[in-house]
Protein backbone atom coordinates (compact mmCIF):
# COMPACT_ATOMS: atom_id res chain seq x y z
CA UNK A 1 0.00 0.00 0.00
CA UNK A 2 3.02 2.11 0.61
CA UNK A 3 4.32 1.50 -2.26
CA UNK A 4 1.33 2.07 -4.37
CA UNK A 5 0.91 5.58 -2.62
CA UNK A 6 4.24 6.79 -3.26
CA UNK A 7 5.17 9.10 -6.77
CA UNK A 8 6.59 8.32 -9.76
CA UNK A 9 10.01 10.02 -9.46
CA UNK A 10 10.60 8.42 -5.84
CA UNK A 11 10.15 5.39 -6.95
CA UNK A 12 12.54 5.78 -9.60
CA UNK A 13 15.06 7.43 -7.18
CA UNK A 14 14.32 4.56 -4.82
CA UNK A 15 15.25 2.05 -7.50
CA UNK A 16 18.10 4.12 -9.13
CA UNK A 17 19.69 4.64 -5.47
CA UNK A 18 18.72 1.03 -3.86
CA UNK A 19 18.52 -1.25 -7.09
CA UNK A 20 14.86 -1.67 -6.16
CA UNK A 21 13.09 -4.14 -7.61
CA UNK A 22 9.50 -3.91 -5.95
CA UNK A 23 10.15 -0.17 -6.71
CA UNK A 24 10.81 -0.61 -10.50
CA UNK A 25 8.39 -3.28 -10.96
CA UNK A 26 5.64 -0.86 -9.47
CA UNK A 27 6.34 2.01 -11.88
CA UNK A 28 5.68 -0.93 -14.54
CA UNK A 29 2.86 -1.86 -13.55
CA UNK A 30 1.39 1.66 -13.44
CA UNK A 31 2.63 2.54 -17.27
CA UNK A 32 3.05 -0.45 -19.23
CA UNK A 33 -0.80 -0.54 -20.27
CA UNK A 34 -0.08 3.10 -21.69
CA UNK A 35 3.37 1.95 -23.54
CA UNK A 36 2.10 -1.19 -24.79
CA UNK A 37 -0.49 0.54 -26.26
CA UNK A 38 1.03 3.79 -27.63
CA UNK A 39 3.41 1.24 -29.40
CA UNK A 40 0.65 -0.82 -30.49
CA UNK A 41 -0.37 1.95 -32.59
CA UNK A 42 2.19 2.93 -34.31
CA UNK A 43 3.36 -0.85 -34.93
CA UNK A 44 0.05 -2.27 -35.24
CA UNK A 45 1.66 -5.84 -34.00
CA UNK A 46 1.20 -7.16 -30.44
CA UNK A 47 4.30 -9.22 -30.71
CA UNK A 48 6.22 -5.94 -31.90
CA UNK A 49 4.61 -3.78 -29.16
CA UNK A 50 5.60 -6.18 -26.32
CA UNK A 51 9.23 -5.99 -27.54
CA UNK A 52 8.93 -2.20 -27.80
CA UNK A 53 7.58 -2.25 -23.91
CA UNK A 54 10.28 -4.04 -22.68
CA UNK A 55 12.53 -1.80 -24.64
CA UNK A 56 11.46 1.69 -23.27
CA UNK A 57 11.42 0.23 -19.72
CA UNK A 58 15.04 -1.21 -19.94
CA UNK A 59 15.77 2.54 -21.18
CA UNK A 60 14.30 3.80 -18.34
CA UNK A 61 16.29 1.28 -16.00
CA UNK A 62 19.27 2.39 -17.75
CA UNK A 63 18.35 6.45 -17.15
CA UNK A 64 16.95 6.04 -13.98
CA UNK A 65 19.96 8.33 -12.55
CA UNK A 66 19.35 10.57 -14.77
CA UNK A 67 15.79 10.88 -14.47
CA UNK A 68 15.49 10.50 -10.86
CA UNK A 69 18.45 13.37 -10.18
CA UNK A 70 16.81 15.89 -12.72
CA UNK A 71 20.27 15.72 -14.97
CA UNK A 72 18.55 15.05 -18.03
CA UNK A 73 18.76 17.80 -20.59
CA UNK A 74 14.88 17.74 -21.88
CA UNK A 75 13.50 15.90 -19.25
CA UNK A 76 9.50 16.19 -19.10
CA UNK A 77 7.08 17.41 -16.59
CA UNK A 78 6.08 14.11 -15.75
CA UNK A 79 7.64 10.50 -16.05
CA UNK A 80 4.26 9.82 -18.16
CA UNK A 81 5.61 12.31 -20.59
CA UNK A 82 8.58 10.58 -20.88
CA UNK A 83 7.80 7.09 -21.35
CA UNK A 84 5.30 8.16 -24.32
CA UNK A 85 7.79 10.13 -26.08
CA UNK A 86 10.55 7.25 -25.70
CA UNK A 87 7.74 4.85 -26.80
CA UNK A 88 6.88 6.65 -29.85
CA UNK A 89 10.53 7.22 -30.60
CA UNK A 90 11.47 3.71 -30.20
CA UNK A 91 8.56 2.62 -32.56
CA UNK A 92 9.60 4.68 -35.53
CA UNK A 93 13.05 3.51 -35.10
CA UNK A 94 11.28 -0.23 -35.46
CA UNK A 95 9.45 1.07 -38.45
CA UNK A 96 12.16 1.88 -40.40
CA UNK A 97 13.91 -0.81 -40.09
CA UNK A 98 11.37 -3.15 -40.71
CA UNK A 99 11.64 -4.21 -44.51
CA UNK A 100 10.97 -7.74 -45.42
CA UNK A 101 7.53 -8.19 -47.15
CA UNK A 102 6.53 -10.91 -45.10
CA UNK A 103 6.79 -9.10 -41.73
CA UNK A 104 4.93 -6.01 -43.74
CA UNK A 105 2.28 -8.72 -44.60
CA UNK A 106 1.57 -9.75 -40.94
CA UNK A 107 1.14 -5.92 -40.06
CA UNK A 108 -1.43 -5.28 -42.60
CA UNK A 109 -3.79 -8.43 -41.48
CA UNK A 110 -3.26 -7.37 -37.80
CA UNK A 111 -4.03 -3.63 -38.72
CA UNK A 112 -7.31 -5.03 -40.38
CA UNK A 113 -8.32 -7.22 -37.29
CA UNK A 114 -7.72 -4.65 -34.78
CA UNK A 115 -9.10 -1.77 -36.62
CA UNK A 116 -13.02 -3.38 -36.04
CA UNK A 117 -13.83 -1.02 -33.36
CA UNK A 118 -16.24 2.26 -33.22
CA UNK A 119 -16.96 4.21 -36.36
CA UNK A 120 -15.42 7.35 -34.59
CA UNK A 121 -12.39 5.54 -33.30
CA UNK A 122 -11.69 4.00 -36.65
CA UNK A 123 -11.31 7.68 -37.69
CA UNK A 124 -9.20 9.26 -34.89
CA UNK A 125 -7.01 6.08 -34.15
CA UNK A 126 -4.44 6.99 -37.13
CA UNK A 127 -4.27 10.47 -36.24
CA UNK A 128 -4.48 10.23 -32.15
CA UNK A 129 -0.38 9.93 -31.99
CA UNK A 130 0.69 12.69 -34.68
CA UNK A 131 -2.44 14.83 -32.88
CA UNK A 132 -0.14 14.24 -29.14
CA UNK A 133 2.57 14.96 -31.11
CA UNK A 134 1.46 18.34 -32.07
CA UNK A 135 0.73 19.67 -28.79
CA UNK A 136 3.37 21.40 -26.62
CA UNK A 137 4.85 19.39 -23.64
CA UNK A 138 2.31 20.68 -21.21
CA UNK A 139 -0.79 19.95 -23.19
CA UNK A 140 0.38 16.42 -24.03
CA UNK A 141 1.37 15.74 -20.28
CA UNK A 142 -2.27 16.99 -19.13
CA UNK A 143 -4.22 14.57 -22.32
CA UNK A 144 -2.31 11.86 -21.06
CA UNK A 145 -2.77 11.70 -17.48
CA UNK A 146 -6.72 12.96 -17.75
CA UNK A 147 -7.75 10.51 -20.79
CA UNK A 148 -5.00 8.46 -21.33
CA UNK A 149 -4.71 7.49 -17.23
CA UNK A 150 -7.81 8.77 -16.02
CA UNK A 151 -6.58 10.70 -13.55
CA UNK A 152 -8.88 13.20 -11.50
CA UNK A 153 -8.31 16.88 -12.12
CA UNK A 154 -6.65 17.05 -9.00
CA UNK A 155 -4.40 14.56 -9.69
CA UNK A 156 -3.81 16.43 -12.85
CA UNK A 157 -3.23 20.18 -11.35
CA UNK A 158 -0.98 18.33 -8.58
CA UNK A 159 1.44 16.41 -11.65
CA UNK A 160 1.45 19.87 -13.50
CA UNK A 161 1.98 22.01 -10.44
CA UNK A 162 -1.21 24.43 -10.76
CA UNK A 163 -5.11 23.62 -9.33
CA UNK A 164 -8.28 21.95 -9.94
CA UNK A 165 -9.32 24.83 -11.99
CA UNK A 166 -6.39 25.56 -14.47
CA UNK A 167 -6.25 22.00 -14.85
CA UNK A 168 -9.71 21.85 -16.23
CA UNK A 169 -8.30 25.11 -18.59
CA UNK A 170 -5.55 23.12 -19.44
CA UNK A 171 -7.48 19.59 -20.05
CA UNK A 172 -10.14 22.18 -22.27
CA UNK A 173 -8.13 23.53 -24.16
CA UNK A 174 -5.98 20.77 -25.06
CA UNK A 175 -8.81 18.94 -26.59
CA UNK A 176 -10.35 21.50 -28.20
CA UNK A 177 -6.53 21.59 -29.97
CA UNK A 178 -6.75 18.30 -30.84
CA UNK A 179 -10.20 18.64 -32.45
CA UNK A 180 -8.66 21.10 -34.50
CA UNK A 181 -6.22 19.21 -35.70
CA UNK A 182 -8.66 16.25 -36.66
CA UNK A 183 -11.06 19.05 -38.41
CA UNK A 184 -8.29 20.01 -40.65
CA UNK A 185 -8.08 16.15 -41.77
CA UNK A 186 -11.63 15.76 -42.03
CA UNK A 187 -12.43 14.21 -38.97
CA UNK A 188 -15.44 15.95 -37.14
CA UNK A 189 -16.28 14.99 -33.75
CA UNK A 190 -17.25 17.32 -30.73
CA UNK A 191 -14.69 18.26 -28.27
CA UNK A 192 -17.41 16.46 -25.98
CA UNK A 193 -17.01 13.31 -27.82
CA UNK A 194 -13.46 13.39 -28.45
CA UNK A 195 -12.64 12.98 -24.90
CA UNK A 196 -14.85 10.33 -24.53
CA UNK A 197 -13.41 8.38 -27.55
CA UNK A 198 -10.32 8.85 -26.29
CA UNK A 199 -10.75 7.78 -23.21
CA UNK A 200 -12.71 4.58 -23.64
CA UNK A 201 -10.15 3.39 -26.64
CA UNK A 202 -6.50 5.19 -26.29
CA UNK A 203 -5.13 2.78 -24.02
CA UNK A 204 -5.83 -1.02 -23.93
CA UNK A 205 -5.02 -3.81 -21.36
CA UNK A 206 -1.32 -5.16 -21.88
CA UNK A 207 -0.69 -9.08 -22.27
CA UNK A 208 -1.27 -10.53 -18.77
CA UNK A 209 2.58 -11.47 -17.52
CA UNK A 210 4.04 -8.62 -19.17
CA UNK A 211 4.79 -6.38 -16.43
CA UNK A 212 6.35 -9.09 -14.57
CA UNK A 213 8.90 -9.88 -17.74
CA UNK A 214 9.72 -6.55 -18.39
CA UNK A 215 10.42 -5.20 -14.71
CA UNK A 216 12.65 -8.59 -14.27
CA UNK A 217 14.42 -7.99 -17.74
CA UNK A 218 15.05 -4.23 -17.54
CA UNK A 219 16.10 -4.32 -13.74
CA UNK A 220 19.13 -6.53 -15.07
CA UNK A 221 19.39 -4.04 -18.51
CA UNK A 222 19.83 -1.17 -15.85
CA UNK A 223 22.02 -2.69 -13.11
CA UNK A 224 25.84 -3.29 -12.99
CA UNK A 225 26.13 -6.42 -13.98
CA UNK A 226 28.41 -8.66 -15.71
CA UNK A 227 28.40 -8.68 -19.23
CA UNK A 228 26.65 -12.08 -19.41
CA UNK A 229 23.97 -11.00 -17.21
CA UNK A 230 23.31 -7.74 -19.41
CA UNK A 231 23.45 -10.07 -22.60
CA UNK A 232 20.62 -12.18 -21.35
CA UNK A 233 18.36 -9.62 -20.06
CA UNK A 234 19.11 -7.76 -23.92
CA UNK A 235 17.84 -11.11 -25.62
CA UNK A 236 15.04 -11.56 -23.82
CA UNK A 237 13.48 -8.80 -26.00
CA UNK A 238 13.46 -11.05 -28.97
CA UNK A 239 12.96 -14.53 -26.97
CA UNK A 240 10.15 -16.63 -28.42
CA UNK A 241 6.57 -16.61 -25.70
CA UNK A 242 8.15 -20.52 -24.68
CA UNK A 243 11.56 -18.59 -24.11
CA UNK A 244 10.34 -15.87 -22.03
CA UNK A 245 7.85 -18.70 -19.79
CA UNK A 246 11.35 -20.45 -19.03
CA UNK A 247 13.17 -17.10 -18.43
CA UNK A 248 10.54 -15.51 -15.88
CA UNK A 249 10.11 -18.85 -14.22
CA UNK A 250 13.87 -18.43 -13.61
CA UNK A 251 13.69 -14.78 -12.42
CA UNK A 252 10.84 -15.14 -10.53
CA UNK A 253 13.13 -17.51 -8.41
CA UNK A 254 16.79 -15.55 -9.08
CA UNK A 255 15.14 -12.06 -8.01
CA UNK A 256 11.54 -12.28 -6.56
CA UNK A 257 11.48 -14.92 -4.75
CA UNK A 258 11.39 -13.37 -1.21
CA UNK A 259 8.71 -10.52 -2.11
CA UNK A 260 6.47 -13.44 -3.60
CA UNK A 261 6.73 -15.51 -1.15
CA UNK A 262 5.68 -12.98 1.36
CA UNK A 263 2.73 -11.63 -0.01
CA UNK A 264 1.59 -15.44 -0.96
CA UNK A 265 1.99 -15.70 2.60
CA UNK A 266 -0.08 -13.66 3.54
CA UNK A 267 -2.61 -14.43 1.64
CA UNK A 268 -2.86 -17.90 2.08
CA UNK A 269 -2.92 -17.38 5.97
CA UNK A 270 -6.10 -15.74 5.36
CA UNK A 271 -7.62 -18.78 3.03
CA UNK A 272 -6.56 -21.94 4.37
CA UNK A 273 -3.70 -24.14 5.97
CA UNK A 274 -3.64 -27.16 3.17
CA UNK A 275 -3.48 -24.55 0.20
CA UNK A 276 -0.22 -23.20 1.98
CA UNK A 277 1.35 -26.30 2.36
CA UNK A 278 0.16 -27.16 -1.32
CA UNK A 279 2.09 -24.23 -3.19
CA UNK A 280 5.08 -24.12 -0.54
CA UNK A 281 5.75 -27.92 -2.33
CA UNK A 282 4.47 -26.35 -5.25
CA UNK A 283 7.45 -23.36 -5.19
CA UNK A 284 10.42 -26.51 -3.94
CA UNK A 285 9.56 -28.43 -7.02
CA UNK A 286 9.29 -25.26 -9.16
CA UNK A 287 12.95 -24.54 -7.34
CA UNK A 288 14.88 -27.50 -7.97
CA UNK A 289 13.59 -27.85 -11.78
CA UNK A 290 14.47 -24.01 -12.25
CA UNK A 291 17.88 -25.22 -11.36
CA UNK A 292 18.86 -27.59 -12.93
CA UNK A 293 17.47 -25.27 -15.98
CA UNK A 294 20.09 -22.71 -14.99
CA UNK A 295 22.68 -25.85 -14.91
CA UNK A 296 21.59 -26.63 -18.11
CA UNK A 297 22.46 -22.83 -19.20
CA UNK A 298 19.77 -23.46 -22.10
CA UNK A 299 16.08 -24.59 -21.91
CA UNK A 300 17.00 -26.37 -25.17
CA UNK A 301 19.41 -29.03 -23.24
CA UNK A 302 16.28 -30.21 -20.97
CA UNK A 303 14.76 -33.17 -21.97
CA UNK A 304 11.65 -33.32 -22.98
CA UNK A 305 10.00 -34.68 -19.91
CA UNK A 306 12.05 -32.41 -17.75
CA UNK A 307 10.32 -29.48 -19.56
CA UNK A 308 6.65 -30.56 -19.70
CA UNK A 309 6.89 -31.24 -16.03
CA UNK A 310 7.90 -27.62 -15.40
CA UNK A 311 5.32 -26.08 -17.63
CA UNK A 312 2.76 -28.10 -15.69
CA UNK A 313 4.11 -27.53 -12.60
CA UNK A 314 3.80 -23.80 -13.24
CA UNK A 315 0.54 -23.99 -14.83
CA UNK A 316 -0.56 -25.75 -11.12
CA UNK A 317 0.95 -23.48 -8.98
CA UNK A 318 -0.53 -20.52 -11.30
CA UNK A 319 -3.88 -21.90 -10.89
CA UNK A 320 -3.74 -21.89 -6.94
CA UNK A 321 -2.27 -18.75 -7.03
CA UNK A 322 -4.69 -17.64 -8.50
CA UNK A 323 -8.06 -19.36 -6.39
CA UNK A 324 -5.98 -17.69 -2.87
CA UNK A 325 -5.79 -14.79 -4.61
CA UNK A 326 -8.76 -13.62 -5.78
CA UNK A 327 -10.55 -11.53 -3.46
CA UNK A 328 -7.36 -9.58 -2.71
CA UNK A 329 -6.67 -9.35 -6.52
CA UNK A 330 -5.86 -5.42 -7.18
CA UNK A 331 -7.47 -6.32 -10.29
CA UNK A 332 -10.86 -7.71 -8.35
CA UNK A 333 -10.24 -4.83 -5.68
CA UNK A 334 -10.59 -1.98 -8.89
CA UNK A 335 -13.71 -3.93 -10.10
CA UNK A 336 -15.15 -3.88 -6.81
CA UNK A 337 -14.51 0.01 -7.19
CA UNK A 338 -15.65 0.38 -10.36
CA UNK A 339 -19.14 -0.96 -9.17
CA UNK A 340 -19.65 1.39 -6.71
CA UNK A 341 -19.05 4.37 -8.58
CA UNK A 342 -21.35 3.28 -11.19
CA UNK A 343 -24.03 2.60 -8.23
CA UNK A 344 -23.28 6.45 -7.21
CA UNK A 345 -23.40 7.62 -10.76
CA UNK A 346 -27.11 6.20 -10.41
CA UNK A 347 -28.10 7.31 -7.72
CA UNK A 348 -27.26 11.29 -8.85
CA UNK A 349 -29.38 10.51 -11.54
CA UNK A 350 -32.46 9.34 -9.44
CA UNK A 351 -31.57 12.09 -7.23
CA UNK A 352 -31.68 14.87 -9.96
CA UNK A 353 -34.39 13.50 -12.55
CA UNK A 354 -34.00 16.96 -14.43
CA UNK A 355 -30.55 15.68 -15.88
CA UNK A 356 -32.09 12.33 -17.02
CA UNK A 357 -32.57 11.88 -20.94
CA UNK A 358 -34.51 9.32 -22.23
CA UNK A 359 -31.92 7.34 -24.38
CA UNK A 360 -30.24 6.55 -21.28
CA UNK A 361 -32.50 3.76 -20.75
CA UNK A 362 -30.74 2.13 -24.04
CA UNK A 363 -27.52 2.58 -22.84
CA UNK A 364 -25.51 -0.72 -22.36
CA UNK A 365 -24.27 -2.13 -19.14
CA UNK A 366 -20.97 -1.83 -20.37
CA UNK A 367 -20.80 1.60 -21.30
CA UNK A 368 -22.18 2.38 -17.85
CA UNK A 369 -19.63 0.90 -16.16
CA UNK A 370 -16.86 2.40 -18.59
CA UNK A 371 -17.86 6.23 -17.85
CA UNK A 372 -18.28 5.38 -13.60
CA UNK A 373 -14.62 4.08 -14.28
CA UNK A 374 -13.31 6.85 -16.01
CA UNK A 375 -15.06 9.42 -13.61
CA UNK A 376 -13.52 11.76 -10.71
CA UNK A 377 -16.92 11.74 -8.33
CA UNK A 378 -15.14 13.51 -5.65
CA UNK A 379 -15.77 16.88 -6.93
CA UNK A 380 -19.05 18.95 -8.22
CA UNK A 381 -17.39 19.32 -11.20
CA UNK A 382 -16.56 15.85 -11.93
CA UNK A 383 -19.71 14.60 -11.06
CA UNK A 384 -21.26 16.89 -13.86
CA UNK A 385 -18.98 15.87 -16.36
CA UNK A 386 -19.81 12.05 -15.58
CA UNK A 387 -23.46 12.76 -15.89
CA UNK A 388 -22.52 14.66 -18.93
CA UNK A 389 -20.31 11.77 -20.37
CA UNK A 390 -23.36 9.11 -19.86
CA UNK A 391 -25.91 11.35 -21.71
CA UNK A 392 -23.38 11.98 -24.82
CA UNK A 393 -22.75 8.32 -25.19
CA UNK A 394 -26.02 7.34 -24.59
CA UNK A 395 -27.21 9.70 -27.14
CA UNK A 396 -24.17 8.75 -29.57
CA UNK A 397 -25.07 4.86 -29.12
CA UNK A 398 -29.00 5.31 -29.22
CA UNK A 399 -28.53 7.49 -32.54
CA UNK A 400 -26.02 5.00 -33.94
CA UNK A 401 -28.23 1.60 -33.55
CA UNK A 402 -31.44 3.22 -33.76
CA UNK A 403 -31.88 6.43 -34.90
CA UNK A 404 -29.83 6.32 -38.12
CA UNK A 405 -31.56 3.49 -38.92
CA UNK A 406 -35.29 4.41 -38.53
CA UNK A 407 -34.38 7.35 -40.69
CA UNK A 408 -32.94 5.42 -43.30
CA UNK A 409 -36.05 3.18 -43.18
CA UNK A 410 -38.29 6.04 -44.09
CA UNK A 411 -36.18 7.34 -47.02
CA UNK A 412 -36.70 3.92 -48.06
CA UNK A 413 -40.86 4.11 -48.04
CA UNK A 414 -40.98 7.40 -48.77
CA UNK A 415 -38.90 7.94 -52.33
CA UNK A 416 -35.88 9.50 -50.43
CA UNK A 417 -37.99 11.85 -49.43
CA UNK A 418 -36.83 13.46 -45.15
CA UNK A 419 -39.92 13.58 -42.97
CA UNK A 420 -41.20 17.33 -42.60
CA UNK A 421 -41.09 16.55 -38.54
CA UNK A 422 -39.30 13.96 -36.53
CA UNK A 423 -42.20 12.34 -35.29
CA UNK A 424 -42.88 10.79 -38.31
CA UNK A 425 -39.71 8.19 -37.49
CA UNK A 426 -41.75 7.02 -34.78
CA UNK A 427 -43.54 4.06 -36.86
CA UNK A 428 -40.00 3.02 -38.32
CA UNK A 429 -38.17 1.80 -34.65
CA UNK A 430 -38.38 -1.90 -33.44
CA UNK A 431 -40.70 -2.86 -31.19
CA UNK A 432 -37.75 -2.87 -28.43
CA UNK A 433 -37.96 1.00 -28.41
CA UNK A 434 -41.25 1.90 -26.43
CA UNK A 435 -41.02 5.90 -25.86
CA UNK A 436 -39.65 6.51 -29.44
CA UNK A 437 -42.04 9.76 -28.79
CA UNK A 438 -40.63 10.99 -25.71
CA UNK A 439 -37.23 10.45 -27.43
CA UNK A 440 -38.23 12.17 -30.73
CA UNK A 441 -39.68 15.18 -28.86
CA UNK A 442 -36.32 16.20 -27.96
CA UNK A 443 -34.76 16.17 -31.32
CA UNK A 444 -36.05 18.46 -34.59
CA UNK A 445 -35.26 17.72 -38.58
CA UNK A 446 -32.98 20.52 -40.09
CA UNK A 447 -34.22 22.68 -43.07
CA UNK A 448 -31.34 23.50 -45.35
CA UNK A 449 -32.95 26.54 -46.97
CA UNK A 450 -33.05 28.66 -43.48
CA UNK A 451 -30.78 27.12 -41.42
CA UNK A 452 -27.36 29.11 -41.55
CA UNK A 453 -24.95 27.54 -39.27
CA UNK A 454 -22.08 25.53 -41.57
CA UNK A 455 -22.15 22.62 -38.78
CA UNK A 456 -25.43 21.61 -39.92
CA UNK A 457 -24.16 20.41 -43.40
CA UNK A 458 -24.56 16.81 -44.24
CA UNK A 459 -26.90 16.04 -41.39
CA UNK A 460 -30.79 15.85 -41.53
CA UNK A 461 -31.50 15.97 -37.49
CA UNK A 462 -30.21 18.09 -34.48
CA UNK A 463 -30.94 17.83 -30.96
CA UNK A 464 -32.77 20.57 -29.84
CA UNK A 465 -31.33 21.77 -26.86
CA UNK A 466 -28.88 20.00 -24.16
CA UNK A 467 -28.98 19.61 -20.62
CA UNK A 468 -25.74 20.92 -19.90
CA UNK A 469 -23.66 23.53 -22.32
CA UNK A 470 -20.39 21.40 -22.10
CA UNK A 471 -22.25 19.24 -24.25
CA UNK A 472 -22.43 20.01 -28.22
CA UNK A 473 -25.69 19.34 -29.48
CA UNK A 474 -26.12 15.46 -31.50
CA UNK A 475 -25.91 16.00 -35.27
CA UNK A 476 -27.74 12.64 -37.03
CA UNK A 477 -28.58 11.93 -40.91
CA UNK A 478 -29.17 8.13 -41.84
CA UNK A 479 -25.29 6.99 -42.25
CA UNK A 480 -23.18 8.88 -39.17
CA UNK A 481 -23.96 10.77 -36.14
CA UNK A 482 -21.61 13.62 -34.94
CA UNK A 483 -22.13 16.82 -32.60
CA UNK A 484 -21.78 20.30 -32.57
CA UNK A 485 -18.58 21.64 -30.78
CA UNK A 486 -18.81 23.80 -27.87
CA UNK A 487 -17.98 27.17 -27.02
CA UNK A 488 -13.87 27.27 -27.02
CA UNK A 489 -12.61 29.10 -24.00
CA UNK A 490 -10.27 32.21 -24.89
CA UNK A 491 -6.18 31.25 -24.21
CA UNK A 492 -6.45 34.89 -22.88
CA UNK A 493 -9.33 35.15 -20.10
CA UNK A 494 -10.60 39.11 -21.01
CA UNK A 495 -10.46 40.94 -17.87
CA UNK A 496 -14.26 41.99 -17.74
CA UNK A 497 -14.63 37.63 -17.50
CA UNK A 498 -12.69 37.86 -14.17
CA UNK A 499 -15.14 39.03 -11.97
CA UNK A 500 -18.08 36.25 -13.38
CA UNK A 501 -15.14 33.62 -12.95
CA UNK A 502 -14.66 34.66 -9.76
CA UNK A 503 -18.15 34.90 -8.77
CA UNK A 504 -18.79 31.55 -10.16
CA UNK A 505 -16.02 29.89 -7.94
CA UNK A 506 -17.42 31.75 -4.60
CA UNK A 507 -20.60 29.95 -5.56
CA UNK A 508 -19.79 26.45 -6.29
CA UNK A 509 -17.26 25.65 -3.33
CA UNK A 510 -14.76 27.33 -5.17
CA UNK A 511 -14.48 25.16 -7.88
CA UNK A 512 -14.20 26.83 -11.79
CA UNK A 513 -16.47 26.88 -14.37
CA UNK A 514 -16.63 24.18 -17.27
CA UNK A 515 -18.37 26.40 -20.23
CA UNK A 516 -17.93 29.66 -20.98
CA UNK A 517 -22.55 29.71 -20.72
CA UNK A 518 -22.10 29.11 -17.17
CA UNK A 519 -20.77 32.38 -16.32
CA UNK A 520 -24.75 34.05 -18.11
CA UNK A 521 -26.42 34.11 -14.85
CA UNK A 522 -23.09 35.92 -13.08
CA UNK A 523 -23.18 39.12 -15.30
CA UNK A 524 -24.84 41.50 -13.72
CA UNK A 525 -24.18 44.73 -15.42
CA UNK A 526 -24.91 45.78 -18.98
CA UNK A 527 -20.90 46.32 -19.07
CA UNK A 528 -20.29 42.35 -18.32
CA UNK A 529 -23.87 41.15 -20.05
CA UNK A 530 -22.13 42.81 -23.29
CA UNK A 531 -18.49 41.81 -22.92
CA UNK A 532 -19.98 38.30 -21.94
CA UNK A 533 -22.37 37.85 -25.14
CA UNK A 534 -19.67 39.37 -27.05
CA UNK A 535 -16.96 36.67 -26.25
CA UNK A 536 -19.82 33.49 -26.52
CA UNK A 537 -20.95 34.91 -30.22
CA UNK A 538 -17.19 34.78 -31.33
CA UNK A 539 -16.48 30.94 -29.20
CA UNK A 540 -19.52 29.38 -30.71
CA UNK A 541 -18.48 30.11 -34.39
CA UNK A 542 -17.55 27.19 -36.07
CA UNK A 543 -13.53 26.95 -37.33
Given amino acids: ?80 SWLYAVTRRTAIDVIRKESRRQLREQIAVEMTNMNATAND ?65 NVTIGAGGLAVIISANAVQ ?27 TATKTIAMTTIQKTLITAMLAVAVGTGFFEAHQAAQLREQNHSLTQQITQLQTDSQSLSNRLAEAGDSKKLSDKQFNELLKLRGVATQSRNEAEVENDPAFQKARLWLAKEAKLHEQFELHPNQWIPEMKYLSKEAWLDKARMADLGTASGMRCAMSNVRTAAKYEFAGSYFTLALSKYLITHNQQLPVSTSELSTCFPPGVNDADAILARYEMINPDTQTNPGYDGFAIVEKSVVDPIEGPVLINDKKVSSLPVPRWPTVTPNELIPLMNAYSDANNHEGPLNILDLVPFATTPEQKEALNKYINSATQLH
Fill in 1 to 80: MLMKMTNDLDLLRQFAHDRAQDAFTEIVRRHVNLVYSAALRQIRSPQLAEEIAQSVFADLARNAGSLAGGGAASTPKTLT
Fill in 121 to 185: WTQIEPLLDDAMAALDDTDRSAILLRYFENKSLREVGEALGTNDDAAQKRVSRAVERLREFFSKR
Fill in 205 to 231: AAPIGLAGTISAAAVLAGTAVSTSALV
